[in-house]
């Protein structure tokens, strides 16, 4: 079972900048597609980005297309998520998760459903104030 730990969220100023990352133990996730995902407070757990194993691929939903960007560094077990020009309705509670062992061509399908990811973290939470 992998764990996942969120690190690096933190309180900003509109238009600030933040690089959350998201490391990985216990199994090596460079076969796996990986995603990010927040959840406000009263809210669901919502698609943010999503990256294929390899990095090959990426998605974002549309409101953080053009500010946020999905890396990984498989050497380093670790998934990144670069967020710039932060907007108050990113506030929320980040949280990374890995794509459940199955038929990876699904994955391009089912990538901003939370359904598709069998691990997470425990969340890192990012507030940006105006």
């Known amino acids: 079972q992998v764990q996942l730990v969120e690190s690096g969220g933190g309180s900003v100023q509109a238009g600030g900048s933040l690089t959350l990352s998201c490391a990985a133990s216990?199994?090596?996730?460079?076969?796996?597609?990986m995603g990010w995902f927040r959840q406000a407070p009263g809210k669901e757990r919502v698609f943010v980005a999503a990256?294929?194993?390899?990095?090959?691929?990426?998605w974002y939903s549309d409101s953080v297309t053009g500010r946020f960007t999905i890396s990984r560094i498989d050497r380093y077990n670790t998934v990144y998520l670069r967020m710039n020009n932060l907007k108050p309705e990113d506030t929320a509670l980040y949280y990374c998760?890995?794509?459940?062992?199955?038929?990876?061509?699904?994955?391009?399908?089912?990538?901003?459903?939370?359904?598709?990811?069998?691990?997470w973290g425990q969340g890192t939470q990012v507030t940006v104030s105006s």
């Open positions: 990256i294929t194993w390899g990095g090959g691929t990426t």
């Open positions: 998760g890995c794509a459940s062992d199955g038929d990876r061509g699904t994955f391009y399908d089912t990538y901003a459903n939370a359904n598709r990811y069998s691990n």
């Open positions: 216990e199994r090596d996730i460079s076969e796996y597609g």
